[in-house]
């Protein structure tokens, strides 16, 4: 089974408006860490956000936010009133455990904005 | 302020030829990892170095080696590149004892092997 999973291949949405990029995950660890990365045209990948199993609270980083629901085992990223440089591969990670544990990644999302 | 810093950034090999990616991180950080990166699959783990002195299989290991040359540096060698090789290598590294052991990851190696 697929330990990210990301289902939306692309996204579309218009200059200012919000949108969210859907994430699932699978694990059995009760400590675990989730992480969005950003890969524009250029092709680096661009830490945006992170959200720590035992978090209480949604991880916020300026537009970005993190919707946690750890019942339903999603982590979306949400983005507010989107620009034309959100034009990018959005990628969803997790890892598992605590320590140098590594990043599991999903497959991606595109997503495109458009003035 | 560099970060984690690649090289080179494209390379083209033939079949059978070997070659080393560098990678040095100027964080501080303890842990190293060598990821590849082909269409549709996302980012897939080769070796990572959790500290200096140790290093470890990934999801992907073989017809890889990786030498952690000290706390900065690590780096990945292909022996005999096939074209299956073909795709973005990225370097990245973090350090566990921070908040959520955040990855950073260098600007990538293109590389195509024919």
């Known amino acids: 089974a697929q330990k990210i999973t990301q289902t939306q291949p692309g996204m579309f949405v218009q200059e200012k408006e919000a949108v969210t990029l859907d994430c699932t995950y699978d694990?059995?660890?009760?400590?675990?860490?989730l992480f969005w990365y950003k890969q524009p045209s250029s092709g680096e990948m661009i830490f945006l956000i992170y959200?720590?199993?035992?978090?209480?609270q949604n991880a916020t980083e300026g537009r970005y936010s993190l919707n946690f629901q750890k019942a339903r085992k999603s982590a979306n990223l949400v983005i507010s009133a989107s620009q034309l440089g959100d034009s990018a591969m959005y990628f969803c990670a997790m890892r598992e455990g605590r320590g140098y544990s590594t990043l599991t990644f999903g497959k991606g999302t595109m997503l495109l904005v458009s003035p | 302020n560099a970060g984690v810093t690649q090289t080179p950034k494209f390379q083209v090999l033939k079949t059978g030829q070997s070659m080393t990616l560098q990678c040095a991180q100027d964080?501080?950080?303890?842990?190293m990892y060598w990821y590849r990166q082909d269409p549709g699959m996302g980012l897939r783990l080769i070796y990572y170095s959790a500290s200096e002195g140790t290093t470890d299989k990934g999801e992907v290991p073989n017809g890889y080696n990786v030498s952690r040359l000290n706390k900065r540096e690590f780096s990945l060698r292909l022996e005999s590149a096939a074209p299956s090789q073909t795709s973005v290598y990225f370097c990245?590294?973090?350090?566990?004892?921070?908040?959520?052991?955040?990855?950073?990851f260098g600007a990538g190696t293109r590389l195509s092997v024919l």
């Open positions: 990245a590294s973090s350090e566990a004892a921070r908040e959520g052991n955040i990855q950073y």
């Open positions: 694990t059995s660890d009760p400590s675990y860490g």
């Open positions: 964080m501080n950080h303890n842990s």
């Open positions: 959200q720590g199993s035992y978090d209480q």
